[in-house]
């Protein structure tokens, strides 16, 4: 199987910034598409910025030009770079990936991590 965990979140003042990482392990054949997604209180979950496994990337508008998604070297890490941070980015940050998974048999799942909390305070 494969596990994500996710990182970095915290409290940080408007104007700051936070770098998020998303860490993936297991039975790993290959790991595509990779996004990262936010939830804030009482609304529903939304797609922040994705990366491709070629490296393409897109964003939400509500994030452009302050938010940037990078692979490591290591292929399976994920970061998000959050800088000018507003109040409404407050939200817990999940990360998903498409996986194909290392089996005697190789299949694709998609996969969550387990959240982490970003709060920006005005």
């Known amino acids: 199987q494969v596990q994500l965990v996710e990182s970095g979140g915290g409290l940080v003042q408007a104007g700051g910034s936070l770098r998020l990482s998303c860490a993936a392990s297991?039975?790993?054949?290959?790991?595509?598409?990779v996004g990262w997604y936010r939830q804030p209180p009482g609304k529903q979950r939304e797609l922040v910025a994705a990366?491709?496994?070629?490296?393409?990337?897109n964003y939400a508008d509500s994030v452009k030009g302050r938010f940037t998604i990078s692979r490591g070297n290591d292929k399976n890490t994920v970061y998000l770079q959050m800088n000018t941070l507003k109040p409404e980015d407050t939200a817990v940050y999940y990360c998903?990936?498409?996986?194909?998974?290392?089996?005697?048999?190789?299949?694709?799942?998609?996969?969550w991590g387990q959240g982490t909390q970003v709060t920006v305070s005005s």
């Open positions: 990366i491709t496994r070629g490296g393409s990337t």
């Open positions: 297991g039975s790993i054949f290959s790991i595509n598409t």
């Open positions: 998903n990936a498409d996986v194909t998974v290392a089996s005697w048999s190789k299949y694709d799942a998609s996969y």
